[in-house]
Nanobody, 128 residues
């Protein structure tokens, strides 16, 4: 079992930046990938980005390419999501999640069904 704890959310003006962190504990050796999702009120959970834990392959949603950067520090069992040029419509609760499955096709990681552990979420509010 893997436990995930997000941090780094907050209030930022449009165009600003935030860095989210996701600390993993427990059976971290089972993690194949760490993904980030977000959910705005009244909307479905949306894929943001994913990084594979061992080989560092990265995949982004089109909406965040060029503005968000995902990374991980395996020594610290922590993943990060650097968010720049934030937009008001990106206000949401941001979740990190751990997948215990390996996919060659990174697109599979955009489906929440492939993640077994989830953090509690961190609120990101972007004011316009």
């Amino acid at each position: 079992q893997v436990q995930l704890v997000e941090s780094g959310g907050g209030l930022v003006q449009a165009g600003g930046s935030l860095r989210l962190s996701c600390a993993a504990s427990g059976r971290t050796q089972d993690i194949f990938a760490m993904g980030w999702f977000r959910q705005a009120p009244g909307k479905e959970r949306e894929f943001v980005s994913v990084v594979t834990w061992d080989d560092g392959r990265i995949y982004y949603a089109d909406s965040v390419k060029g503005r968000f950067t995902i990374s991980r520090d395996r020594a610290k069992n922590t993943g990060y999501l650097e968010m720049n040029l934030l937009k008001a419509e990106e206000t949401a609760v941001y979740y990190c999640a751990a997948s215990f499955r390996y996919f060659v096709d990174m697109d599979f990681y955009s489906d929440p069904i492939h993640y077994a552990s989830w953090g509690q979420g961190t609120q990101v509010t972007v004011s316009s």
